[in-house]
Each structure stands twice: as C-alpha cells, then as structure tokens.
C-alpha cells in the first residue's frame, strides 16, 4: 500500500519501541488492502511475544493482527510445515517430523558418540557432558550465522580457537561427529535446535514454493526487539522488502542480550538501510537511568574522585555475604510490610543466582508473608521431592529394578506419598523393616513383618497399608501386560497427587513438566523402536536423575484476576533473565555488585566466529591467542551496555548491595568497586567534618 513506508525504530530500553511498533501493526490491518492477506509478526523470545500481544490489545481490543510467533517458533512450525518438501529435497523417509528437548538431544548424543570422545577431546572442553554441549552448539550456532555444518571444521580451523597439539585432527573429529549426529537424525525425523534453524535457513527459506507461500499469507512483516535476532532472520526480512511489502523493526543498541547466543545484533542492524528511520528518546517509564545514566558511566570509567553518589542510589555493604543476603531480605521485607512499596514493585538482580542466595532469598521473603517470583528459575526436576517419589515408585512396579531403589528412597517415598502421615522417623523404620531390596522384584512386605509395628500410629499404618496396596494393585496390572509408562505415570499422579490443594503452585509446575518429559520422551522412544518397557523405565529414572531436565512446562493462560494475584511477587532473577524478561521496576537491588560476574561473558563457545563480521584474517596467527581474544566484545563495552540497559528499566532506586568477601570467603573487586570505594570515602569526610564540628 502505496501510503505506508518501511520503518526502522530505533531506542535504549523503555522509550516505547514496542507500543510504537503495535500502533504501526494496528493501522497496516485497518488500512489493508487485501482481507486475505495478514501481518508476519516477530518477537525475539515468548515474554516480548506476550508483551507485544498486550500492548495490542491495550491499544485496540478490537483489532485482531493475526498471530504472533518468536523466532524460533517460525521456523519450527513452518519446518514441521513444509518438511516433506525438504525431505524430497535431501531425499529422505517422508515421517512427521519429532522436535528433540535439549536435554534429550544431550542423552541421544551422548549415547551416539561415547564411543568416539577421545581423551584428548574430553581434555579440551573438560568431561563427557561439556564436551558433548559444546558441539552441539557448534551447530545451532553455524545454521544461524548461515554456515553450513559441512563447513563447521574449516571455520574453526580457519579461527584457530582451538590450541592443541593434534588440532587438526581433533577438529575433524568435531566435524565427522557434528555430520554423524546430523545424519543420524534426519534419517529418523528428529528434530534439534540446530536442524530446525539449518533447514530453515539452508532448504526452506531459498525454496520457491515457501516463498511463494510467504506472498500469499503475508502482506507485511513486524519484528519487535531485533538486536535479538539470528542473523537469517535479516535474510527473511529482507525477502519481504524486495518484494514490495512493508516492513517495521525495533533496536536496541543497549539490548542485544542474546550476543553470544545465537543472534547477530549488528547484521540485523543492516535491515536500518532499508527504511525510513526513527529515533526514540525519552523514556515512557520516566527512569531513574535518564537522570544518573552519566554519572553511573564516569564511574565505571574510573572517574569518580569528583563525583558523589549519584542520588536515588542507595548502598547495603557487609563484610560477610550471608550477613548481606539478610540485610537485603530485611530491608525488602521492611518497606513492604510499611507500605512504602508493593512486591511487584521489587527486583533483586544477580551476577548468577547461585543456590545458597536464591534459597536464602527466597524462605526469609516467603516466611514474612510475601510471594517470591524467581525468573525461568531452571532447578532440575530431580530436585522436587514429589518427582523423586515417583521415580522411587517405578521400581517397585517394573521387573529388574532393583538397584535403582534404596532403604532411604523409600523413606522418603513414604512421606511424600502419605502427604506426611507417615513422618520421617516412621518412614525411616517401614524402609529398614518392611522394604525388601531385590534386584528382579523389590517389594513392600506386610507391616507385621516389623516386630515392634504397634508403635507406628493408626494414622501412619492406614497410608502405609493403602500405599503398598495401590503398589500391588497395579504391579498386577503390569504384569498383564499394561505397562505403558505414561498410563502408568498418570495413575500415580492421580492416585496420590489428585488434592491441589495440598501442592502449591510450584509443586504443580513440577510435576506438569514431569508429565510433559514423560511423554516426550516416550514419544522418542517410540521413535526409535525401542520396544523393551522394563529398560525404557531404567533409562527414564537414570536420566531424569542426572538432574539435566528443568521445570520449565507449557505456560498456561491465567484468568487475569487470579494473575494480577500471582504476579504481586517480588523478582528474583539473573542479569540475563531479568534483561530476557524486559520487565521495569520500581526498585532495583543489584546484588553482589563486587562480583566479577557482573562484567564476565557469558557468550558461547566459538560464538564469535559464526558471526557475519568475522573474517578468518581477524586472527593473529603470529601470536598465542587468550580466550579474550574471542569474545565478541570487550569487557567494559559489555558492562556498559548492562548497566544502561537496567538503568533505562528502573524508576525510582536502585541499591547496590555488596560484600567484601564471596560466597567462597574471597575478597570481591569486580568492576563496580568503585562506587564503594567511593561511599567508604564520603563516610570518612562525613565523619570528620562531625569530629571538627565536636
């Protein structure tokens, strides 16, 4: 339509870019000419997908855009879409194609190439699971970038990343696995990450017939957050422009979180050349950051002798890092309980949230009457004591396997499974007495087995008894042949976790996502004909215990009321997964500042040179090369952009909260130092201008 022009918006965080682009999307489908025709709408992750629906709701509840996708989500519908297309192409068996979890992906690997991890391999990237990881990322990593997974060797050979005396023969050993694993799953129509981007971007997207599906759906494309984007993203876009269709793009210049993970912001940045161009200033959330942002900066420049804190910072400062996880529990708990401040108002931000702070963090705020949120809080499944249940349960079930049960799992399973009418002390007693180890057959014997079992309590015997008569029942059921592992998985859930309200919301966030594993992992299975139930089961426990697989289950929609309750909570979260989250706060408390975390990559390994900027002439082959020469960017540009970024997300304080020694008892002087060393010198002279006043 001849009155729109393609339009590149371009901000720091919070000015606007998304609703800007939501007003954009809402005018093009009024005004569109074709009725057949709707928006391709991009978003970087599922919390901007989710954001950008609700700005457009919020500014046309009437107006309906059609649906918006991630990234990701694009190429895997529209691979699953088009795949006997790609399958005619690259001649393979026409099946419905099966998407691969990270952590089933790992095992698959694992299992296809153990006997191919040398030890010098291993030496490199330090151990089977690491070393497996790290290739496997190679691959997402080269689709994105647009380099093909035969040419995965070269580019690091070219790059020179890896140093070791065998490098050329280690690195085609790298390759060979990388097409191995390749070959291994197309030929059964499974589906990685990797794959889904390299056949996106390598057969789909070239392809005439998806492009002429693409002009006959789509009239416009609408991407939001593109500094986020991988780099054949800019291929598609680009698609649309030639073709005489509009396009809308929002950056970030302090954005870019996911540099080092698959995206290549400054590629993407290209796309700008294409449009008419628009700059977003002001800040639509009035943040603290505009105000302070230059101060904040000559800090971290070291520049800070004339300069005082700058005003809406505030310090909490202990020697002991414990001391200053409660200082920092306290103060939250204090202002929220005054009324001073509302939960959702709170984030707490660290430099990798490890498991004492977390856990610290968590039980004080929790106990004081308060909702805890933990962003994408990844904690594995085998930590739920309710999915250890179950798996101690299966044994008991399925023939030959015994040696995956103990005395103290069952224990533990008897406390669970009563909902603690059978207490530790008693459950420790039925495990030592009425559990028969056996490797074919464990099994729970009859109370009466225990000489002294008049001393349980009516309570304990009546759970104890119906428990290991619902374990008869079914090993019955099994032994005739109905053994499906999901069946049988979904009695158990049924049988003993069926009361809701004795789980809380995050206990029934495990076990759906305990249920979801169970079924993929099935369906994989199934797959691979593997047929033999009793060695399935094995396998299931064995992985799930090696605690890789996360709670992370298909979000549900919330009733908005019940939401609006559920998100009065306070943010805990990582710098990564609060930035992923692109959420503002009234208050921010940045922990662990001293931290060197807080100016680390944590880029990827080999990320950079997948870049569209690398060039293999980069390398100074004449000189030893430091892991830092790889980095995509440098220390202080990569600090700079965070801290610009979470300034653009806050409003009214940020408190910076530090120890003088780590977690490991270690002193911290990370690069945000400086404004304690600062706040230590102004105490001084306060201090001694009131003895001169004395």
């Not at 426990?541 to 890789?548: A, V």
């Not at 002439?617 to 000189?623: K, P, Q, S, W």
Request: a negative charge; proline letters at 4%; hydrophobic letters at 40%.
């Amino acid at each position: 339509m001849s009155n729109f022009q393609s339009l590149w918006i371009e901000g720091n965080s919070s000015c606007g870019k998304t609703t800007r682009l939501a007003s954009l999307v809402i005018e093009w489908v009024q005004k569109k000419a074709s009725f057949l025709q709707k928006p391709l709408i991009l978003c970087a992750n599922s919390q901007g997908k989710k954001n950008l629906g609700d700005t457009l709701l919020r500014l046309n509840p009437h107006c309906y855009p059609g649906k918006i996708r991630t990234v990701f989500g694009l190429m895997r519908e529209d691979v699953i879409l088009f795949y006997p297309l790609i399958c005619q192409e690259l001649d393979l068996p026409s099946i419905l194609p099966l998407r691969l979890r990270p952590e089933t992906e790992q095992d698959l690997a694992t299992q296809l190439w153990r006997e191919s991890l040398t030890p010098e391999l291993l030496g490199i990237f330090g151990g089977e699971y690491d070393c497996v990881r790290r290739i496997l990322d190679l691959m997402p990593l080269a689709a994105t970038g647009g380099v093909v997974s035969e040419n995965i060797a070269d580019r690091l050979l070219e790059s020179n990343i890896i140093s070791t005396n065998n490098e050329k023969t280690v690195i085609e050993l790298i390759g060979n696995l990388i097409l191995q694993w390749r070959k291994w799953c197309l030929e059964r129509g499974l589906l990685s990450y990797g794959l889904i981007y390299e056949l996106y971007g390598r057969y789909l997207l070239p392809s005439n017939h998806y492009q002429d599906y693409l002009k006959n759906n789509y009239g416009a494309i609408f991407c939001d957050d593109v500094d986020d984007y991988p780099a054949i993203i800019k291929n598609l876009a680009e698609f649309f422009l030639n073709n005489a269709m509009i396009g809308a793009f929002t950056y970030n210049q302090t954005g870019k979180v996911r540099l080092g993970y698959n995206a290549d912001p400054e590629y993407l940045q290209e796309l700008a050349s294409h449009c008419q161009q628009e700059f977003l200033s002001e800040s639509r959330i009035n943040s603290l950051g505009a105000k302070i942002e230059t101060s904040v900066l000559n800090f971290l420049r070291g520049e800070f002798l004339q300069e005082k804190i700058p005003e809406g910072i505030k310090t909490i400062k202990t020697d002991l890092r414990g001391d200053l996880l409660q200082e920092t529990a306290d103060y939250i708990i204090k202002s929220i309980h005054s009324g001073e401040i509302q939960p959702r108002e709170i984030a707490v931000i660290a430099a990798g949230l490890d498991e004492i702070a977390r856990y610290t963090l968590v039980t004080m705020i929790e106990n004081a009457g308060i909702k805890v949120k933990v962003l994408n809080e990844q904690r594995p499944l085998i930590a739920s004591a309710q999915i250890r249940s179950i798996l101690t349960l299966l044994p008991l079930l399925y023939q030959g396997l015994g040696r995956l049960s103990s005395p103290d799992m069952i224990a533990e399973m008897l406390v669970i499974l009563s909902l603690e009418d059978i207490d530790l002390v008693r459950g420790g007693l039925l495990a030592d007495y009425c559990y028969l180890p056996d490797l074919r057959s464990p099994s729970l014997l009859k109370v009466e087995t225990f000489r002294r079992w008049d001393r349980l309590s009516h309570k304990s015997l009546q759970s104890y008894n119906q428990i290991r008569d619902w374990v008869n029942d079914t090993k019955i059921q099994i032994e005739k042949g109905d053994d499906n592992l999901l069946v049988v998985i979904d009695r158990i859930i049924k049988y003993f976790f069926t009361d809701k309200t004795q789980l809380n919301f995050s206990q029934i966030t495990v076990i759906r996502e305990f249920r979801e594993t169970a079924q993929h992992f099935w369906q994989v299975q199934q797959r691979l004909n593997n047929t033999n139930t009793n060695h399935l089961v094995a396998q299931f426990i064995s992985l799930l215990r090696k605690g890789t697989i996360t709670a992370n289950p298909f979000p549900l929609t919330t009733i908005p009321p019940l939401q609006e309750i559920q998100n009065n909570a306070v943010t805990i979260a990582p710098i990564y997964q609060y930035r992923v989250s692109r959420q503002h706060h009234r208050w921010q408390f940045w922990l662990d500042v001293g931290s060197c975390y807080w100016s680390q990559s944590r880029e990827l390994f080999a990320s950079s040179i997948f870049l569209k900027s690398w060039r293999s002439d980069f390398t100074i082959f004449d000189n030893p090369l430091s892991p830092l020469d790889y980095e995509i960017e440098p220390e202080e540009k990569r600090l700079t952009r965070i801290i610009k970024d979470l300034l653009g997300r806050v409003t009214e304080k940020i408190f910076l909260c530090h120890s003088t020694l780590d977690v490991n008892g270690l002193e911290q002087m990370g690069k945000l130092s400086p404004f304690f060393l600062l706040n230590d010198l102004n105490h001084n002279q306060n201090e001694t201008l009131k003895i001169i006043e004395t």
